[in-house]
C-alpha cells in the first residue's frame, strides 16, 4: 500500500509564509508527478501547481509568483513553499502523486489527507 502523509499547515496573518510537505511512503517504484490541490469550502478541488520527476513545473494563476514546488526525489516528498498569502488561500490543500508501485508502466493516484490553511488576522 501506499500513503502520502501532509504537514505543514495551520494559521498564519495575511503576507505571511507557510510551508507544506508531503511525504509519500509504502510499495513505491518511481514517483512521476507530484501535485498541490485546494478546495475552499463551497468550491471545487482547484489543481494549483504540479513538478514532474525531471524537475519540470506548472502553476495555476492563481498563485504564480508566490507559491514554489519543490521535490527530493530520494525521499519521495514534495514541498509547497507559499509566500505573501492571502485570505482567499484559506483553504484544505491537499497532495497528489502519480507513481508506479513496480517496473510496469501502469501509474496509479493517491491523495494525501488533506492540511488545513487559513489566513486570516
Known amino acids: 500500500q501506499v500513503q502520502l502523509v501532509e504537514s505543514g499547515g495551520g494559521l498564519v496573518q495575511p503576507g505571511g509564509s507557510l510551508r507544506l510537505s508531503c511525504a509519500a511512503s509504502?510499495?513505491?517504484?518511481?514517483?512521476?508527478?507530484m501535485a498541490w490541490y485546494r478546495q475552499a469550502p463551497g468550491k471545487e478541488r482547484e489543481r494549483l501547481t504540479i513538478?514532474?520527476?525531471?524537475?519540470?513545473?506548472y502553476y495555476a494563476d492563481s498563485v504564480k509568483g508566490r507559491f514554489t514546488i519543490s521535490r527530493d526525489n530520494a525521499k519521495n516528498t514534495v514541498y509547497l513553499q507559499m509566500n505573501s498569502l492571502k485570505p482567499e488561500d484559506t483553504a484544505v490543500y491537499y497532495c497528489?502523486?502519480?507513481?508506479?508501485?513496480?517496473?510496469?508502466?501502469?501509474?496509479?493516484?493517491?491523495w494525501g489527507q488533506g492540511t488545513q490553511v487559513t489566513v486570516s488576522s
Open positions: 513538478i514532474t520527476n525531471d524537475g519540470s513545473t
Open positions: 509504502g510499495s513505491i517504484f518511481r514517483v512521476n508527478a
Open positions: 497528489n502523486a502519480l507513481l508506479q508501485r513496480t517496473s510496469l508502466p501502469t501509474q496509479y493516484q493517491y
